[in-house]
């Protein structure tokens, strides 16, 4: 089977590094694809931009694809789906009017409230002036959200009302992120501890991943500006069988139905990123249509079952007759990223020790790497993500920590405290 598989990240190496392993699969063609992506068996790279819809169309007829997979959201809210379902081409994801669920977040807002799905209270502004008279009637902390997509940096967790007002002013006045921050959603702050529920969803019935937690501060300790995230693991300890009840209960079916009844049936990954309290309650913090970064990275360290077996049952309905095997233990990514980042990134810092660290045990995976002169270099801000699976998370940690202290450059930064809340309940048991 010939796949093509759009997208350029960490994410998008490890699905293609996934995809590679079944039996099933002859070629992964990845658009635009990165270095760590071309090194992998059965992949190629293709230069097509993922968001270039039309050539992505005229490549999949003309090479016979016969799947297409999408990894980023942008290309999902711009209609990719829509398009390819019209040429009759198999692919995986949500049509444009599903994913409006991520691409705007006062559309997911009145979806919820609408439909009774626990979540922040908010207000929803696009004059500046309004905004920040609303704020002179808030306490902090408080959460200020671009409306559109904005590559995981659109959210600032306000600690005081002036951090608050510079937020609204930079997204609503200086224009910070374009067309996405035209709109903002104010929201109160919810105090627990996040999660990321993925599933897939074939319309109707929907298959969970294993359950994983992101850490979207740049800093250890949960400091420092919102970032795409600086590393995940899997399981996550928080999302007891309860609490997933729960949220399949309250949260999961209640969106896979409302999708349906308002004429945008679900269809691809169903990111639910959750706000966990002390009563074990969850309140969805946002929707995301596709695969998390860098969830995915240590998820796919994990997943037993082929991926082409979950796609094709995704995109046949028949979810309900399918399982998932996850295999035994835990899986940890940690992220490298340029030492400016989020704000900046510097580019062209000759990168070693990636082999050095793969000997040990663990997988590297890239984001934002390029080749100059035949020598490995930046290329963005997040750059690596660093992987490991041990029997515990505390053995996956200490591995995924030796390997980011093997790969090298100039001015890198990671965090050294992912999973440290696993390790926390591991330590008082």
Known sequence: ???????????????AWKLAQSEKVSTVSVAPGNVGISLEPKAQLVDIAANDIDALLHYALEQKVELTVVGPEVPLVDGIVD?????????????AKAAQLEGSKSFAKAFMKRNQIPTASYEIFSDATQALDYLKTQTAPIVIKADGLAAGKGVVVAQTIEEANEAVSAML???????????????????????????????EHCLAFASSQDHKARDEGDQGPNTGGMGAYSPAPVLTQAVEQHVIKDIVEPTIKAMANEGAPFKGFLYVGLMINEHNQASVVEFNV???????????????????????????????????????GSAIGVV??????PASSSKGEAISGIDDAERIGCKVFHAGTAMHDDQLVTNGGRVLCVCARDTTIVAAKQKADKGCELVRWKNRHYRRDIAYRAVARINEA
Do not use: K
């Not at 240590?298 to 998932?324: H, K, S, V, Y």
């Open 83 to 95: 398009r390819f379902t019209e040429a009759n081409l198999r692919i995986l994801g949500p049509s």
């Open 173 to 203: 006045a200086d224009n910070a992120f374009g067309d996405a921050g035209s709109r903002v959603v104010i929201e109160s702050f919810l105090s627990g501890e996040e999660a990321s529920y993925i599933a897939l969803v074939d319309g």
């Open 290 to 328: 596709r695969l998390g970064d860098p969830e995915t990275q240590p998820l796919m360290m994990r997943l037993e079952t082929d991926l082409i077996d979950l796609f094709n049952a995704t995109i046949d309905g028949t979810l309900n007759n399918t399982q998932c095997n996850w295999l035994e």
């Open 1 to 15: 089977m010939h796949v093509l598989l759009v997208g350029s990240g960490g994410r998008e190496h490890a699905i």
């Open 336 to 341: 490298l990223a340029a030492g400016e980042y």
